[in-house]
């Protein structure tokens, strides 16, 4: 039977990653700290169209190729540090032309998963970022994290014993926590980049609401806003926090609620009719979540207009 192409190969073990990296054994089963330099995608045809089951952090400086993530490329290029996370898929069209230096941590969820960190790491929403909203570090920023990557590996490199996991874990854990620190700084410094994202998530927003797509479409969902700026929706989650201090749901239940303020104080139209224009398929919805951020029920807000 021929194989489907189409399935993206999966990766199951660090040690399966390794042997196609064509590495040694790695030290620990469930995590590793593999150097770029001496990595080589030259031995299998597996990143043409792969998966993995494990968290992957890099660390990065130049070019070994062009990285295709989800159903765009991207430049596998420059200094950044991205991150991701089990089940997503990729492919790498290899290249020598600009030797890459940094590392790749690699780490099983087995790994965390008897620390609090296996509880909280869904917190950390940078592992469902595209590779474009990679993190772009300053020098200080970067001599931390490779700071943090050489102890974790010197560690990986000492002989195992009842504290080593302890040791390991705690490391992956602030390295995590700087990345939160490093990527509000990126929001605050792309400030002009964020406010002209929020300036086109203002635009389509009033297109959703002045045309028929609500009709058809429904409420606007954060999936549907973040694929019409081209971002992730954790991205675009956490730009809005930072830049408005909502996340992107309620960024939309706010625009929302301004549009049916403007329809309960211009239009004669019903509250059940300014609701099914919103896109809300029962007119109690609406009243509950306009209650709920204005304090008023909408026909109590109509009255102050009459």
């Given at each position: 039977m021929k194989k489907d192409v189409s399935i993206p190969h999966l990766i199951k073990s660090i040690s399966e990653l390794h042997q196609l990296f064509a590495l040694p054994k790695p030290e620990h089963p469930l995590i590793?700290?593999?150097?770029?330099?001496?990595?080589?995608?030259?031995?299998?045809?597996?990143?043409?169209?792969?998966?993995?089951?494990?968290?992957?952090?890099?660390?990065?400086?130049?070019?070994?190729?062009?990285?295709?993530y989800g159903q765009r490329d991207y430049d596998f290029d420059g200094g950044m540090m991205?991150?991701?996370?089990?089940?997503?898929v990729f492919s790498?069209?290899?290249?020598?032309?600009?030797?890459?230096?940094?590392?790749?941590?690699?780490?099983?969820?087995?790994?965390?998963?008897?620390y609090a960190l296996g509880k909280s790491i869904g917190n950390y929403g940078f592992f469902d970022y595209t590779v474009a909203e990679a993190l772009h570090l300053s020098d200080k920023e970067e001599s931390i994290i490779l700071s943090l990557?050489?102890?974790?590996?010197?560690?990986?490199?000492?002989?195992?014993?009842?504290?080593?996991?302890?040791?390991?874990?705690?490391?992956?854990?602030?390295?995590?926590?700087?990345?939160n620190r490093f990527?509000?700084?990126?929001?605050i410094t792309r400030k002009a980049v964020n406010n002209d994202l929020l300036s086109?998530?203002?635009?389509?927003?009033?297109?959703?609401?002045?045309?028929?797509?609500?009709?058809?479409?429904?409420?606007?969902?954060v999936?549907?806003?973040?694929?019409?700026?081209h971002l992730s929706p954790n991205y675009l989650s956490d730009m809005l926090r930072n830049t408005t201090g909502q996340n992107a749901q309620q960024y939309i239940q706010w625009h929302m609620i301004e549009k049916a303020k403007e329809l309960l104080s211009t239009s004669d139209r019903t509250v059940s009719e300014i609701?099914?224009?919103?896109?809300?398929?029962?007119?109690?919805?609406?009243?509950?979540?306009?209650?709920?951020?204005?304090?008023?029920?909408?026909?109590?807000y109509r009255k102050l207009f009459q």
């Open positions: 590793s700290i593999l150097d770029f330099e001496r990595l080589s995608y030259r031995y299998s045809d597996v990143w043409k169209h792969f998966t993995n089951d494990f968290y992957c952090i890099t660390i990065k400086n130049g070019s070994n190729g062009n990285l295709k991205t991150y991701t996370k089990p089940g997503q790498v069209t290899a290249s020598n032309d600009n030797p890459v230096t940094g590392y790749m941590l690699v780490f099983k969820a087995d790994l965390i998963r008897p990557m050489r102890q974790m590996q010197q560690e990986l490199k000492s002989n195992i014993d009842q504290y080593s996991q302890d040791v390991i874990v705690s490391h992956l854990e602030l390295l995590l926590n700087y990345a990527y509000n700084r990126q929001f086109r998530f203002e635009q389509i927003m009033d297109h959703y609401f002045n045309t028929d797509i609500s009709l058809h479409k429904g409420l606007p969902t999936q549907f806003m973040a694929s019409q700026l609701a099914y224009q919103l896109g809300f398929e029962y007119s109690q919805s609406f009243s509950k979540l306009f209650k709920k951020v204005t304090s008023q029920t909408p026909v109590e």
